[in-house]
């Protein structure tokens, strides 16, 4: 918002119905009160400096509105604002500050220099607090726009400086934050700067992809997928997730916001990874920046503290096009055996180092690296259907099935193609899974949140494979497991605390897919298992018959392409 009210103390009555803030409780908190207050101000350029993970500086300056000077001093007083002025602006808050209590938080807890311009004045204004106190007031020079300097955050708050973590780890979650306002911002300038060293910098492109390109780097921005936008009466919904290659350890990746405000929204965010499931390993993450506007009386964004979370009038609709969306962008991605991971165990096995391989690098197709999606889909598809007519070659490390095409080599990571296999077959419902009876069946003794949630599950788990008997209280008997080969000696592992029946009674409706993946995955063909012709054969047929087998269903990569090209090109044969 560029248009700006005069800053006033807010009434009584509706301090009362602000959510009464403890805003500032560790740096990065600081960091996205002031994005707010320069965003609020209509900034396009903001520099974000920090020294020692926050603790020694902040400086936060933009090019927005300014403050005049007269009003610098209400500015920093608690419940002082001029975005808010009656209980109908908190109806529907159409700016990112609202309650007027970030810089007199900051006065209590750091010293704070504030320097401002507006655009009609002559110079700027310059105020410094030290110790909540008024120090000094005076003239200095100043471009329209604002800088707030935080120096000595929480020193006098020993407790509190103490359980602040490292400075590289204040600096990690200082740099996520600004990433986040930065791609939900891009036609803003941002650029975050810590001990000195320039981070990052957006250009104010306006396009999210080039602003995720700008934040985390050009191979992830490549790996983004745009979802098909929804819009629906009162909501809309844009986004840019990564496919299966881009996850990691962390949520650090996944951006969600709502008018513009990052929030962060358990349940849009578990919609979306909910649909991401089979494809991530266990503990990964996707990478994702989610959008949604809506109208501004549709959201509260007066229920928490520090404004990181909303209230959503219809959240449910909102998650149901969420992840509808997603299942879309994801649905149209190929199982690339054109840009896979370059597996390290080979090299170590002794091939000469492949010259012009980036370190960890990825091989790719001399064709054009990025096809369209039904290309990627259509060529992946042709490969494995290939894989039984090529000439098997033999096992390498006990690991991956080596063969031979008209175009190139491929390598098939054993263990995950199996696994791939036995997932399908467990998924293909609604035929039930022949069971193997166990000699003697497992006794599970679980708790009771599980054992509620388990008991409504039976039904799924028998069609599976895996017939259970409620015997009394919290303890159940398992008599089968799925007939898969070795599966007895895999999955009949006593106690609740097995994984097996941990994934079995997570809440939520993912349980019966993490279930599946878990009994493929422990029934699977190992790596470092040596394999005779006819079984390697018998496992390429079977991959072959099925639909996009290309990842295994943790979504790793199951099979490698080195083509003829590429060693054309590797060993300069002209
Ligand atoms: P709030 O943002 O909730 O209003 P703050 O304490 O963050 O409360 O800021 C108080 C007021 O100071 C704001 O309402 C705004 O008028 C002014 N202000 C703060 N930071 C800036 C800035 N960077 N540019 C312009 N005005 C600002
Ligand atoms: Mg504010």
Redesign the pocket.
Known sequence: MTERRPIALLPPALVERVAAGEAIERPAAAVK??L??AL?AGATDIVVEVVGGGLTLLRVADDGHGIPAAEMELACRRHA?S?MATAADLERVG?????????ASLVAVADLTLISATPESESGWQLSFAGAELVHSAPAPRRPGTTVVVRRLFNALPARRHFMDSAAAENGRIAVTVRRYAVIHPQVRLALQVDARLLFRTTGSGQAEVAIGECWGQPLRRSLVQIPPQTQSGFSVIGWISDRTATRATRAGITLAVNGRPVEMAGLREALEAAYRPLLPRGRHPFAVIALSCDPADVDANIHPTKADVLLRRREEIAAALARAVRGALSTLPAQPDAVAWTPGLRQGGLPALSGDPPGGRLRESRRPYGSAEERLAQGRRVIRDLPQMRLMGQVQQSLILVEGNTGLYLVDQHRAHERLLYERLSAAPLAQPAQALVEPVVLELRREQAERFAGRLDELTALGFRVEHLQGLTYLVHSVPALEGAAAALALPGADDELWREATLPGDHWLDRLRTSVACRTALRRGQALPGPVMRELLHSLAALEAPTVCPHGSPLILEVTTDFLARQFDWS
């Open positions: 009160e002031l707010d207050n609020d604002t975005k700016t990112l500050g609202f309650r007027g209590e970030a810089l």
